[in-house]
């Protein structure tokens, strides 16, 4: 009897060691499992999770649902990495939690007053999905498209799509183009093209979330803030600018020098801060267009950790989490309070279809649209 259970345990423990293994997905440095963003959307549409790695050990991870940018691993004053953006750790939570974290957003990044363009004498009516204005494209706007990735190299991710003509209203076929681009100085360039067969409005941009602290458990509103900017468009109650340009000096929108965000944002005497409920507007930038210029840096008097930002747009959005507030549960079960990042958006001036004094967002079959960004992260001890 027991010779017979001896050669069943020996037969059972061989047949274990023998049967083929499951295979352990790899985690990314930043601790995603690519497995929980392996889907299929439509029937059709493959989502993956794609990984850049730089010479300097920079990682950047990237899912072709929406463009977005997961995560950002970038060594701190004391040479550890960290992940500086909020994000999920997986598919699901992208499309069932609303949200923009690390969007391409499109076809136009910002508002546009009460959800109305002109094209030719024609007025379209756009959904309104904020304060009756049309944000970010519409409710399913492109930080919600399924593009097709390409990768090829490992510091380089092809992105490409159609919109059709009548997407969330806006008209025309646009064909789009975006390439990340991971350099060997730490800097994410992100290099946006898009053409037309009727005319209508593009302005893109990268809406990513950051936490330079790489705590976004907390506030990280004592960051320190640069802005090349003599002004800013005012906004009204809704979030839409007024047509005005107003000057910074004097005012909590003075980041011309760098001043860190906590002295800025509690200014409640200041109407647009009011508006805003913190700081949420555009600044005309000076660059005018030179994207050797730094238009603007943020950098962690915790970590060391800084961004800098390059872009031929003439204008970049200001944003410190201001409608965070705490439902919002992200990468490593961590919960989103408000102010947990900012985020700093190339981009033309909002509603500029409306402002005709303001540089054009109308593209026309036969033109090319452009726009440039660079994030480029680096250390100040």
Not at 61 to 90: A, E, H, Q, Y
Not at 120 to 137: A, F, K, R, S, V
Not at 139 to 167: C, E, H, N
């Amino acid at each position: 009897m027991k010779k017979t259970l001896f050669a069943a345990g020996l037969a059972l423990t061989m047949l274990t060691a023998c049967a083929p293994q499951q295979k352990k997905e790899a985690l990314t440095m930043s601790g995603l499992n690519p497995a929980k963003f392996e889907t299929t959307i439509d029937g059709t549409k493959q989502v993956h999770l794609y990984t850049l790695k730089n010479k300097a050990g920079m990682e950047v991870c990237i899912t072709n649902f929406g463009g977005r940018i997961v995560s950002i691993m970038v060594p701190d004053k004391n040479g550890d990495f960290k992940d500086v953006v909020l994000g999920f750790d997986s598919i699901a939570d992208y499309q069932n939690v609303p949200s923009d974290f690390g969007a391409i957003i499109g076809r136009y990044a910002n508002r546009i007053a009460l959800g109305k363009i002109t094209i030719d004498g024609d007025t379209i009516q756009l959904p309104t999905n904020n304060y009756g204005h049309c944000l970010h494209g519409g409710p399913q706007g492109w930080q919600y498209a399924v593009y097709d990735a390409t990768q090829p190299d490992s510091t380089t991710l092809q992105l490409a799509m159609v919109s059709p003509d009548g997407d969330m209203n806006f008209p025309g076929n646009v064909t789009v183009n975006v390439t990340y681009k991971l350099t060997e100085d730490n800097g994410i360039d992100i290099d946006y093209n898009a053409t037309t067969d009727k005319k209508t409005v593009i302005n893109m941009t990268n809406h990513s979330y950051f936490n330079l602290n790489a705590n976004p458990s907390a506030a990280t509103m004592d960051g320190i803030l640069y802005v090349a900017a003599d002004s800013i468009t005012p906004v009204d109650s809704t979030f839409m600018t007024t047509g005005d340009m107003m000057a910074v000096e004097g005012t909590p929108f003075d980041f011309r020098t760098a001043t860190p965000l906590t002295d800025r944002i509690n200014a409640s005497d200041n109407e647009q801060i009011k508006f805003g409920r913190g700081i949420d507007h555009n600044f005309v930038l000076t660059t005018k267009g030179d994207d050797t210029k730094p238009a603007a840096k943020l950098v962690s008097p915790v970590t060391g950790i800084s961004l800098t930002v390059y872009t031929n747009e003439p204008g970049i959005q200001v944003y410190t989490g201001n409608f965070l507030d705490g439902t919002v549960t992200g990468k490593r079960g961590t919960v989103y309070p408000q102010r947990a990042a900012v985020c700093l958006e190339t981009q033309h001036y909002p509603d500029t279809p409306n402002k005709p004094q303001w540089p054009t967002a109308y593209l026309e079959p036969g033109q090319k649209y452009h726009s440039h960004c660079i994030f480029k992260f680096g250390v100040e001890k």
